[in-house]
T-cell receptor, first 114, second 109 residues
């Protein structure tokens, strides 16, 4: 596609349920990033992938959060046993991964945990 | 560890007035600095980066390594500049992007 695509755009779930958020990066982009944006807050780094490996998982807030990437393409962010504090917009971005590569962002997945 | 700070959460100026959005960073190496902007109901997008040394939509930003700053400036603000602005740093090792907390710019008529 022409840009970074994320799905679902909106997800409402009950506390305790698991959710999966998907990101389709721009074709050919080797680097992929996940950020969280809580209401009125800035971007909180979660994890980034170079190819299919994740050299930096330091931002994942708890072991309920996990992410994977396959085929150097699609990535899935999974949140298990969701809590109300997980409510946020989850943003995905990709880049060429070169020294001067800029980030291209998706429109985000808005998660609401009731 | 790298860190980006933006001291102003909200900045309001009148149309035609100069605007400066502050950004400071901490990083031991030689970073690459960016400004990203998010207009209402649009996705985050790159505004400018320090290595390009260009002016986009009238905005400029100069990297000051002595003061570890990368402030964004525009001499005459326009209403369409109202948006959320994020300063970001990319390290040259891990290619990790770190964002500041953002400043909401409101340009009043």
């Amino acid at each position: 596609g022409a840009g970074v695509s994320q799905s679902p755009s909106n997800k409402v779930t009950e506390k305790g349920k698991d959710v999966e958020l998907r990101c389709d990066p721009i074709s050919g982009h080797t680097a992929l990033y996940w950020y969280r944006q809580r209401l009125g807050q800035g971007l909180e780094f979660l994890i980034y992938f170079q190819g299919n490996s994740a050299p930096d998982k330091s931002g994942l807030p708890s072991d309920r959060f996990s992410a994977e990437r396959t085929g150097e393409s699609v990535s899935t962010l999974t949140i298990q046993r969701t809590q109300q504090e997980d409510s946020a917009v989850y943003l995905c971005a990709s880049s060429w991964g070169t020294v001067t590569g800029e980030l291209f962002f998706g429109e985000g997945s808005r998660l609401t945990v009731l | 560890a790298q860190r980006v700070t933006q001291p102003e959460k909200l900045l309001s100026v009148f149309k035609g007035a100069p605007v400066e959005l502050k950004c400071n960073y901490s990083y031991s190496g030689s970073p690459e600095l960016f400004w990203y902007v998010q207009y209402s109901r649009q996705r985050l997008q790159l505004l400018l980066r320090h290595i390009s040394r260009e002016s986009i939509k009238g905005f400029t930003a100069d990297l000051n390594k002595g003061e570890t700053s990368f402030h964004l400036k525009k001499p005459f603000a326009q209403e369409e500049d109202s948006a959320m602005y994020y300063c970001a740093l990319r390290d040259n090792y891990g290619q990790n992007f770190v964002f500041g907390p953002g400043t909401r710019l409101s340009v009043l008529p």
